[in-house]
């Protein structure tokens, strides 16, 4: 057994308004203002949650799915970037035309609810081809990325054509625009020209000019009518980010792919995932070295590591694990704004003049960055992970945000490679709070933790997690567990549970936890409000307070009627239930399913995606009063326990799917019409070795993939017809060993030499996306 310990004392911030040039207010009256410690909206601390979906990526016609699925996770702000190289490709001709139609994008966002923040440059990198800089900048007799007057000119013409997009739709005229990010990296990060790329190797400056060339661009900005209550430039690296006019963005990645394109050899296991204070002014910590004292300015995040895309020298399977362990290690150390790069894959456009607008070290077309939201709309588990924790934040938002970082122990000079070691910390104003619990560490084998306990020293109390005995926690996981939390005048002195969220329902609240994977699940209650307390799966032990067990297996269900004569429910999910566990308003009410299936909510209308599933399963509460109707078939609901059930058989048959390979890494596949009845994405699915993927449409490229030993999946609908009339081959190119380039013709010739190369298709299959509609 392993006790740890950590006092919690001295936990009140402080906490005050800042003078800045931050901030504003909209017609209606709501406003944005900003504290050292969290952004305030409508004079209420705010915890914002920002996934970044790039449209110039993405299909036009799937923009409002994808923006109400990010919602559905729990997001409230979609940043994006406006590639300059995608609007403005042909020097002076502008391009705002469907899957670039900026305005049409940030309408359909403001329609669901959600904000935006415009990425506006110049200069994005992204994985963009020259960063997103135009081809047509290069060679010019002027520095780009400086407050030269000729550079700023064109700079000019562009933000005063996004100016001119997005007009009426900011938000001091009511619109969904609250935010803007000026450049990107400046004086940190360069790009490659990629029409010099293996010639001359040239690259397009990080700048020199620092925070006077920020400051100019805002003043650009402002004068092109992009008028926002957030400016934001990101800050590591030695970034610019002048504070009295933007908010410095944070962020942290664990997979480094651009490292290999130097002298390493392999990845190191990063420091991302040791616990820190970043709001301190006393700590030194890794990756965050800023300019200004920490206290006086938000902790906030842009770049979080919400997946990342494979570079040609780096192949790697992104842990999904990862990414709700990388947002609960930043908001652990005192982060009230979380941002996620990316949340929603994408595609590269093709060029007009150049066939490819993407970075060469990356997939010429896929920009799927292993992303929560894949490239044609799949649901991750990173994307279910992490729909855990908003939901969480958005519940105790207002006394969360005030929560202060405590350690137990120095962490600065902590090894990554620790893995015996507790890694934990708490966030705590007065004596209630959470603990943040981190079992996961990148490119190290990791195990469980075992048989340990947390003992929480409060100014007045002391509590021990669990009461007696001890905890564990499976490798790779994460969790947040409270202690005094007031759970509507009942105080929770303990749980071994993560809180997903709470509902009211006839004047009864409900509150839904779950365990997290290897750790058995308790709660430990004052007694004093408790007049009478059941549970239908579990135990109750009484001393001096209630002690409550519940089963990790299934849902429980604690009913606890206070002696003020209100009724408390505390429903507890096992982890596997919690990942599909969803919250939303359906015509005015709250509402939670479990469900195996993506949910889409929009307005009356509940909407079921299903990818690759036999049967829908749904446990709903407030169950419906009737049976309901799911594409149409009448579904009758069985009770059990809090929630009504109901269960629809899917027809998941494919045909018309014909395959032949040609050689070993060749294939074409020949496509029926029905194959594409009543599916709303097709997804293939390739298993291959080789070096990289390539699939063709009568010799266009409509995608491509480098080889990372995981699933290759194409989304087709948007090639329906030109599959159906010409089919496609795909062609995998080999993994070449002992190549040598024969240089010694006394002609202008040479010849490649290959030892052994590799290049095998193993499968081809197919995978549907259906959509079922549910009716009351």
């Given amino acids: ?136 900048l290069f060679g010019r007799p002027f520095e780009l990325r400086s407050n030269d007057q000729e550079y700023l000119t064109y700079v000019e013409r562009f933000y005063q054509e996004i100016g001119r997009q997005i007009q009426g739709y900011l938000f001091k005229d009511g619109g969904p625009i609250i935010g803007t990010q000026i450049e990107n990296e400046y004086q940190h990060a360069g790009a490659p020209w990629e029409i010099t790329t293996g010639t001359s190797n040239e690259w397009v400056p990080a700048g020199t000019e620092a925070e006077a060339h920020i400051i100019k661009l805002k003043e650009l900005a402002v004068q092109a009518g992009i008028q926002t209550p957030i400016y934001t430039s990101t800050g590591w690296g030695g970034a610019a980010a002048p504070v009295e006019e933007v908010l410095p963005l944070w962020g942290g ?118 992303a929560p939201i894949g490239e044609f709309g799949q649901i991750r588990e990173s994307y279910k992970r992490l729909k855990r924790q908003h939901y969480f934040y958005k519940t105790v938002e207002e006394s969360f945000c005030k929560t202060k970082t405590i350690l137990p122990y120095d962490t600065k000079d902590m090894a990554p490679t620790d893995i015996e070691t507790l890694r934990f910390s708490v966030r705590a104003d007065r004596d209630s709070g959470f603990i943040f619990i981190n079992n996961y560490q ?80 308790e709660y430990y209650f004052e007694s004093d409000e408790i007049q009478e307390v059941s549970v239908d799966k579990g135990n109750i032990i009484f001393d001096e307070h209630t002690w409550i067990q519940v089963s990790n297996k299934d849902i429980s269900l604690v009913e606890i009627t206070l002696k003020s004569g209100r009724t408390l429910y505390v429903c507890t999910m096992s982890h596997e239930q919690s990942l599909n566990f969803w919250k939303f308003q359906y015509r005015g009410k709250e509402q939670v399913f479990i469900t195996n299936a993506t949910l889409l909510v929009d307005e009356e209308k509940i909407r079921l995606e299903t990818e690759g599933l036999e049967d829908v399963d749904i446990k709903s509460f407030p169950g419906f009063n009737t049976s309901i109707k799911i594409a149409g078939e009448e579904i009758s609901s069985r009770s059990n326990g809090l929630f009504k059930e109901y269960k629809k058989a899917i027809n998941v048959t494919h045909s018309g799917l014909n395959v032949k390979m040609v050689n070993q890494n060749k294939a074409v596949i020949r496509f029926e019409p029905e194959v594409f009845d009543d599916v709303k994405e097709f997804l293939l699915q390739i298993e291959f070795a080789g070096d990289i993927g390539y699939a063709f449409i009568d010799g266009e490229l409509i995608h491509d993939n480098f080889c990372n030993n995981a699933t290759w999946e194409i989304g087709l609908q948007q090639h329906k017809q030109d599959l159906i009339a010409k089919g496609m081959y795909i062609y995998i190119s080999p993994l070449k060993e002992g190549s040598v380039v024969k240089s010694d013709s006394p002609m202008a010739a040479r010849t490649e030499v290959i030892n052994q190369q590799i290049a095998e298709i193993r499968t081809i299959k197919a995978k549907a996306i259906r959509e079922l509609e549910l009716e009351m």
Avoid at 121 to 132: D, L, M, S, V
Avoid at 478 to 496: A, E, V
Wanted: hydrophobic share 35%; proline share 5%; charged share 25%.
């Fill in 1 to 136: 057994m392993r006790d740890y310990s950590i006092d919690v004392k001295n936990t009140q911030k402080e906490i005050y308004p800042l003078e800045t040039k931050l901030g504003g207010s909209n017609i209606t009256g709501e406003t944005y203002s900003f504290t050292n410690y969290y952004i305030e909206k409508n004079g209420r601390p705010f915890f914002g949650i920002s996934g970044e979906f790039h449209f110039s990526r993405y299909n036009s016609e799937k923009w409002e799915d994808e923006i109400i699925k990010i919602k559905m996770a729990g997001i409230d702000i979609i940043p994006t970037y406006i590639f300059w190289n995608h609007h403005e490709e042909v020097q002076g001709i502008f391009d705002w035309e469907n899957n670039k139609d900026l305005r049409r994008f940030v309408r359909l966002c403001g329609k669901h609810g959600l904000r935006v923040i415009l990425r506006i440059g110049p200069f994005a990198h992204g994985e963009a081809r020259n960063g997103g800089i135009p081809d047509w």
């Fill in 253 to 370: 990645y664990a997979f480094w792919p651009w490292i290999f394109y130097g002298d390493v050899k392999e990845h190191p296991a990063t420091p991302e995932f040791i616990f820190r204070d970043y709001h301190s002014n006393e700590q030194k910590n890794y990756g965050f070295d800023p300019a200004y004292r920490p206290e006086s300015l938000p902790f906030a995040c842009c770049e979080m590591g919400g997946g990342m895309t494979v570079f040609y020298k780096y192949r790697f399977k992104l842990p999904y694990e990862s990414v709700d362990a990388m947002a609960e290690m930043k908001v652990a150390g005192g982060c009230n704004f979380v941002g996620y790069y990316v949340f929603h894959g994408g595609s590269n456009p093709k060029g007009k003049k150049t066939p490819f607008l993407n970075e060469n070290a990356t997939p010429k077309i896929s920009y799927d960055y292993q």
């Fill in 442 to 521: 990148d490119h190290v084998e990791t195990q469980d933790q075992k048989d340990f306990a947390i003992t929480v020293n409060l100014e007045n109390e002391v509590i021990r997690l669990p009461k007696a005995g001890t905890m564990s926690l499976m490798k790779d996981e994460c969790c947040i567990l409270p202690f005094n939390l007031d759970l509507q005048g009942l105080t929770l002195k303990y749980s071994t549970t993560q809180l997903l969220t709470s509902i009211e329902h006839n004047g009864e609240s409900y509150f839904f936890f779950f365990n997290p994977k290897g750790m058995n699940g």
